[in-house]
């Protein structure tokens, strides 16, 4: 168990459907990624906060958006959703920005 | 463009048997990561290999990274059953200061009694 939970565990939804994903990071950990696995992408990185702030953007859709609370947990919104969204959808965490980071067990779309 | 090249991207191996797996990048980077996949799961950090010529090894497993040939190796030594997985390397994406990854597309290992 690295720490960092996710949920829900998995998600089925219809296309054009608004879902949110939600990640707890370690505790002490200020950043949090999202990364998006999918069959035909691999796994590629999405977003990055610290401490609260956006600190980098990746290969993450304009349909989608992220957001890291005070609490430092974060969500993934995912909107007018799409076939090609089903996918697992991890968080990591790391306690700086340069620290080893520690994933979730993921959270699995399927978009119907 | 980074990329992040693995090979072989399956192995299908006896149990006993040695094999090596290997990671090329494009970008220059001086961290670069192994992970573990077991199907539908996390990922599992193996290894961090924070300079050239850094060496670790656990247990069957060990790492090694070549930062001017760009090159990471995963060895597997006498594989068993339990080894069977989806190895990821992963280089960060602006050169080691960010857990921005990139990652590789994965190799399939199946070790076959």
């Known amino acids: 168990d690295s720490g960092v939970t996710q949920t829900p565990k998995h998600l089925i939804t219809a296309t054009g459907q608004r879902v949110t994903l939600r990640c707890s990071p370690r505790?002490?950990?200020?950043?949090v990624y999202w990364y998006q696995q999918s069959l035909d992408q691999g796994l590629q990185f999405l977003i990055h906060y610290y401490n609260g702030e956006e600190r980098a953007k990746g290969n993450i859709l304009e349909r989608f958006s992220a957001q890291q609370f005070p609490d430092l947990h974060s969500e993934l919104n995912l909107s007018s959703l799409e076939l090609g969204d089903s996918a697992l959808y991890f968080c990591a965490s790391s306690v700086g920005r340069a620290t080893e980071a520690f994933f979730g067990q993921g959270t699995r779309l399927t978009v119907v | 463009e980074l990329k992040v090249e693995q090979n072989p991207l399956f192995l299908s191996m006896q149990e006993g048997k040695n094999y090596t797996i290997y990671c090329n990048y494009s970008t220059t980077s001086d961290r670069l990561y192994w992970y573990r996949q077991d199907p539908g799961k996390s990922l599992e950090s193996l290894f961090v290999?924070?300079?050239?010529?850094a060496v670790k090894q656990e247990g069957r497993l060990m790492a090694s990274l070549d930062t001017k040939a760009r090159l990471s190796t995963l060895h597997i030594t006498a594989a068993v059953h339990d080894l069977s997985a989806t190895y990821f390397c992963a280089v960060d994406r602006e050169g080691g200061a960010t857990n921005k990854l990139i990652f590789g597309t994965g190799t399939l290992l199946a070790v076959q009694p």
């Open positions: 505790s002490g950990d200020l950043s």
């Open positions: 290999l924070l300079s050239n010529g």
